[in-house]
């Protein structure tokens, strides 16, 4: 195999993913909703592959279908607050992964650093690797670990962050809202990211995949629409999160043309063109939206509303048995401390505790979730062993099942 394949072979969705199947668990673990998505999306999929368009079923544009760019560029120049143009400021990729995968691609250097907050979604590191580039990892910490927190109450240091930015620093990662933890980053919290990477000359890859996905009235701050970052920004958005189709793995960047010509150039020499019937469907679904955005109707709130209650059932069934969730302030995804379980795996592997605790919940209880140290970098894996992670985007009766296996043993 290639060199640069070294370290890259397995991950946590491959392992994970298999052993829920082998011991057929609920699952809580990979992050995809078990109820419909929206119909209007679903019918206009079949209306693009059996109406009258036949060509609907062909090759399309290779940087994005026209319709879907073009009502891309509409809905970002509005939440952009600037003119987005769709033939040169979008791209269409196979699901945010292949946006993320361009943009290491697309700019990283062998010896070049990028920054990566922890915990971070697992794919910026190999892909940092496989660019021949090196992650620099920083930590958000939790400012009273051991007791029931919020999201907000993990943060940054600074002085930290700063430390980590040298001459060879590239780009910086930043996911927010954020998979594992729901983080929601403050205006602030983002000015301070983005002042750095003016002072430094650094890219941003802004991994927006959970836009939408805000409880308790928190709202999303693009570091993109920050004074000066538009130019140094990249921003990843997906149609699996938006319309709640994560199957049909359809993702997009908007960025200034310098910056995208290197990301397309890419996606071109790999992908080339993402399937033109999905791309017609989720056109059709922003048309809709877009005329109901600040509606109660519009599917970018409708959704968060319907999981605001599923996160705080999770949450109330987590610390009925005695863990400790971290209360999302967005996405979809919860993590919680189990250590005061007290739980005996019987696992005298060298994995961290987490790892174990997780394995022994799919074989023994049937029960799956992901272990967040996967969320960490190899020196910081024992920061997380207590945390375990949930996704509730799930039917009620699914959660009250999780909620039923976890009682049963306490
Ligand atoms: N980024 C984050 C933070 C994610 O959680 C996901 C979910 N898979 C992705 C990117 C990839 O999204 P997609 O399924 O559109 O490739
Ligand atoms: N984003 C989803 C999660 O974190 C799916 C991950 C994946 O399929 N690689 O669970």
Not at 195 to 219: I, P, Q, R, T
Not at 322 to 347: C, Q
Request: aromatic fraction near 12%; include cysteine.
């Amino acid at each position: 195999g290639a060199k640069r394949l070294e370290g890259n072979y397995g991950n946590v969705w491959v392992e994970y993913i298999a052993l829920t199947m082998k011991h057929n668990a609920l699952n809580l673990g990979q992050g995809f909703p078990d109820f419909a998505p929206p119909d209007y999306v679903t019918k206009a999929l079949v209306e693009a592959v059996t109406g009258p368009n036949v060509l609907l079923n062909q090759y399309t544009r290779g940087y994005g279908h026209p319709r879907l760019v073009n009502a891309i560029a509409k809905l970002f120049s509005k939440l952009h607050d600037r003119p987005v143009d769709p033939m040169t400021n979008v791209l269409v990729t196979a699901g945010a992964y292949e946006s993320l995968f361009c943009c290491f691609q697309g700019f990283i250097n062998p010896g070049d650093e990028v920054i990566i907050i922890e915990p971070f979604f697992d794919c910026y590191e190999p892909m940092t690797r496989a660019a021949g580039g090196t992650p620099v990892f920083v930590p958000l910490r939790p400012s009273k670990p051991g007791s029931l927190m919020t999201s907000a109450e993990w943060k940054l240091d600074p002085a930290e962050l700063e430390s980590k930015f040298s001459r060879k620093t590239k780009a910086l990662v930043i996911n927010t809202p954020n998979n594992p933890l729901g983080k929601v980053f403050t205006r602030e919290e983002l000015e301070m990211i983005a002042n750095l990477c003016k002072k430094y000359n650094v890219l941003v890859f802004a991994d927006e995949v959970y836009e939408w996905l805000l409880y308790d009235g928190h709202k999303h701050t693009r570091i993109a629409t920050l004074p000066g970052m538009w130019d140094r920004t990249l921003t990843i958005s997906s149609a699996g999160k938006t319309f709640s189709v994560t199957g049909w793995k359809l993702g997009w960047t908007v960025a200034p043309d310098h910056l995208m010509k290197h990301v397309s150039a890419f996606h071109q020499n790999c992908v080339y063109t993402c399937a033109t019937p999905i791309q017609e469907a989720a056109a059709v679904g922003f048309e809709l939206e877009l005329g109901r955005l600040d509606s109660p109707d519009c599917y970018f709130l409708e959704l968060p509303a319907m999981l605001q209650p599923k996160r705080d059932l999770l949450a109330a069934q987590l610390q009925e048995v005695g863990m400790l969730p971290v209360t999302p302030d967005g996405g979809y995804f919860m993590v919680a401390d189990f250590s005061h379980l007290g739980v005996e795996t019987g696992d005298d592997s060298d994995e961290p505790k987490d790892c174990k605790f997780v394995k022994w919940l799919i074989r023994e209880k049937k029960f799956a979730t992901i272990p967040t140290s996967a969320f960490y970098s190899k020196e910081h894996k024992s920061v997380a062993e207590n945390y375990i992670r949930f996704c509730f985007i799930k039917e009620d009766s699914t959660l009250r099942r999780a909620g039923d296996i976890l009682k049963e043993w306490k």
